[in-house]
């Protein structure tokens, strides 16, 4: 035994010996080794064009894309397209959809129930709670999405984000962050928990907490459709119809550009005070243009991304919709639990230009974002019929319009300032649940998940607490 | 008269007619294969193509950060395939990149393919010596052969192949081109029929040939069973102090069987 050990230390022994002959460099010596060999082994196995006409239209167009001038430009009218032809798109397979799910399917459903005898609580439970909120998921969330994702894929294919990273590089560097931030970023428009696993490509441990606490102002797959929505209902109406969808699609960029924008300050914010240093330097590799296979992306993001949200939102959707129908039907001195929470929040949602409704809507949405629409539209709906405008309690009345959404919003006493600041709560606010636990799973600190919980509705509610009263100054 | 059956399993037309793709089937499997190479080559691509999975791919760096795993059968031989994030070395420190170096060097895989761009051929060469010096089973995959021709660069995979004693296969995953082949070679270099001689990192100082040697052969006189010891040796040399601590108390033999489970672990 003891004689093992002795050769074992006679190996480390003699490893230091060696080390201390070959010197210092020794890292660097390896390196440059591994260059030269790879450069002498390319040389006999490669030969390249005479001229460099090769990779000259990835180049030009680089210059193009990346430009000082334009690069922002393009990226935001990028942007601007691909929203204008999601609204311009989703509207009507949307309200077809309702049309089939809910104001169809859904009285034919209850007829159902009520023929086979099932207890009223269970009908309202299944029927008017779990598949109500089920549909309003699939009508409300799948067109746009069905859009928005095959487009947003082909960008990717296209090799078009990386170049956004590098746009907007200089930018983190300059807040003291890690220029791959701009990437991880342009991940999270995906999906934050994703953009959160994406941060292990940062080795600086600042860098990566600070990319992690701000990956939550890249708008997310489950929040695009909110936005979308909205804007169409609230801003698109604002203006005249021929401007409509340009408008709207300009709303959801600016609410876009917003976040880069918070992401940036908050990253500024840390790096300046609790996550103090400078920013590392790295190299970002931008991948040549390829064109995009257009089938392929039409089915992977089909099924990759709208099938999977869509499921992850249903899956949500249906114990919430049990949640929001229980909430609104359960009585205390004959006011439901629901109608008592916003009453007495409502004085509060007030000062923030919000409602009742939407606080109850993001706590019962915690789990996943994608159901916050169909919440707000079964609350208002169950809140409406307890003040006798509806049919009854959590039970969508029939529209004739097919525009059921702004229908059902207005008479809940929404205008273009709730609109707006839905908009705004909804890029500010806590992550959604899954977020929030790889947050902890990657950082393994309390301290930073809470942080990254709750600074942004900290800053979610002080900018529509401003927005509000400044409106109200000048409205008024 | 002798007729040799074996031929038409042989010829690569037939070949994939053999591919059964198993998606995420990965019982009872007879070879793990790991899929390595720089960021951005088109990993998740092959990975799609041959286990039939859709994993998502994307036309920038860094898409993978974790592994994913899938299951393909190829003549009658069932393989796991594990895609690997993408590193530019085995030298440094993420955490993406330890991934990948801890399953090439701990998880023993018995054939790693790496994914090389063809335009971009001497950068991704430094990927591939650092992990022909860990372990000697590999075939090459030398991928976007489509870019390379729309940018009229030449890329000789013979020589290629010559030079790095290892199996080199044009292809464009893309497009399915070249998969037959990259079947193959995956197949020959599992079961042993086709044996490589990879090239070794040759280095202008003789002094650090030697010592590399001397360490080596230490090392491996003490830890018989070690598949990598120049690679450790040179760890070694650098000062890493984990591998240090492993020789010290003897556990480098177990290290191995220690990292796999965490690795079993982490996922």
Redesign the interface.
């Known amino acids: 035994m003891n004689k ?1 050990l002795d ?6 022994a ?2 230091n010996k ?2 201390w ?2 010197g210092e460099n ?2 660097d ?3 440059e ?7 002498e ?2 040389k ?6 005479d001229k460099k ?3 000259s239209f990835d180049r030009q167009l680089d210059k193009i894309l990346t430009s000082k001038y334009l690069g922002f430009p393009i990226m935001f009218l990028m942007l601007g397209i691909v929203f204008w032809l999601t609204i311009q798109g989703a509207n009507y397979p949307s309200s077809l959809l309702s049309e089939l799910l809910v104001d169809k399917f859904h009285p034919l459903l209850k007829d159902f129930a009520v023929s086979i005898n099932l207890p009223w609580w269970l009908t309202g439970v299944l029927v008017d709670g779990a598949y109500l909120a089920m549909a309003w998921v699939v009508s409300v969330m799948l067109p746009p999405m069905a859009i928005f994702f095959p487009l947003y ?1 082909l960008l ?4 078009y ?2 170049r956004v ?1 590098f746009n907007m590089d200089p930018l983190y560097k300059k807040v003291g962050a890690h220029g ?1 931030q701009a ?1 991880t970023m342009a991940m999270g428009f995906g999906c934050n928990a994703a953009g959160v ?2 941060t ?4 600086s441990p600042r860098e990566r907490l600070i990319a992690i606490i701000t990956n939550n102002f890249s708008l997310c797959n489950g929040r695009w459709p909110t936005q979308i929505l909205i804007a169409t209902v609230f801003i698109g109406s604002a203006v005249p119809a021929y401007l409509a969808g340009l408008v709207s699609a300009a709303a959801v960029v600016f609410i876009a550009i917003l976040g880069i924008a918070f992401s940036l300050l908050v990253s500024w914010f840390l790096s300046r005070t609790m996550l103090k240093g400078e920013a590392s330097a790295f190299s970002l ?1 931008l ?2 243009y ?1 064109p995009p ?1 257009i089938l392929q992306t039409l ?2 993001s089909l ?3 709208t099938i999977f949200v869509l499921w992850r939102a249903i899956v949500f959707a249906v114990p919430a919709g049990m949640l929001i129908w229980l909430v609104a039907n359960l009585n205390i001195d004959g006011v439901s639990l629901a109608n008592h929470f916003i009453r007495i929040v409502n004085p509060v949602a007030f000062i923030f230009g919000l409602n009742g409704v939407i606080f109850l809507a993001y706590i019962i949405a915690i789990p996943a974002n994608e159901i916050v629409i169909p919440t707000i539209l079964m609350l208002t709906v169950a809140n409406l019929g307890i003040q006798g405008v509806g049919a009854g309690s959590g039970v969508l009345f029939e529209l004739e319009s097919a525009n059921d959404v702004a229908a059902i919003l207005q008479a809940g006493g929404w205008n273009l300032l709730t609109g707006i600041n839905l908009m705004l709560f909804s890029l500010l606010h806590n992550p959604c649940s899954t977020t929030i636990f790889t947050i902890y799973k990657e950082t393994k600190s309390l301290k930073w998940t809470l942080v990254s919980t709750f600074l942004p509705i900290v800053m979610g509610l002080t900018v529509t607490f401003f927005v509000t009263q400044i409106w109200r100054l000048l409205v008024n | 008269m002798n007729f040799n059956t074996d031929n038409c399993a042989n010829c690569p037309a037939h070949n994939l007619s053999n591919l059964k793709k198993l998606g995420i089937d990965m019982s009872s499997y007879d070879y793990v294969v790991a899929l390595a190479g720089n960021p951005n080559t088109g990993k998740s691509t092959v990975f799609n193509y041959l286990t039939g999975l859709k994993q998502h791919t994307g036309n920038w760096p860094g898409k993978t950060v974790t592994r994913a795993e899938g299951g393909f059968e190829y003549n009658g031989k069932k393989f796991k395939l594990v895609d690997l994030p993408g590193t530019y070395s085995l030298l440094s420190t993420s955490v993406d990149e330890e991934v990948a170096r801890d399953f090439i060097l701990f998880g023993q895989p018995d054939v790693t393919v790496i994914v090389i761009d063809a335009t971009r051929v001497e950068r991704n060469l430094n990927l591939v010596l650092q992990i022909l010096e860990i372990t000697d089973r590999v075939v090459i995959c030398l991928n976007l052969m489509d870019e390379a021709r729309r940018n009229a660069i030449e890329v000789d995979a013979r020589t290629l192949s010559k030079e790095l004693g290892v199996p080199v296969v044009p292809a464009a995953a893309r497009q399915g081109e070249g998969m037959n082949e990259l079947l193959k070679y995956i197949y020959d270099v599992a079961t042993g029929a086709y044996i490589c001689k990879p090239y070794r990192i040759k280095s202008k100082s003789k002094e650090m040939n030697e010592a590399i040697d001397k360490l080596s052969k230490a090392i491996q006189a003490e830890f018989p069973d070690l598949p990598n010891t120049r690679w450790v040796a040179l760890r070694l040399l650098e000062g890493d102090q984990t591998i240090i601590d492993a020789i010290r108390n003897g556990e480098l033999g177990n290290l191995q069987q220690q990292k796999i489970l965490q690795l079993e672990e982490s996922n």
């Open positions: 093992n050769r074992r230390e006679a190996i480390i003699e490893a060696l080390r002959e070959l020794l890292h010596i390896l390196m080794n591994i260059y030269e060999n790879a450069t082994i390319a006999k196995a490669v030969k390249y064009p006409l090769a990779f894929t990717e294919d296209f090799g984000l990386p990273a791959r990437l696993i994406a292990r490509v940062i080795d590799e991948p040549p390829r296979r089915y992977t099924i990759d991304r």
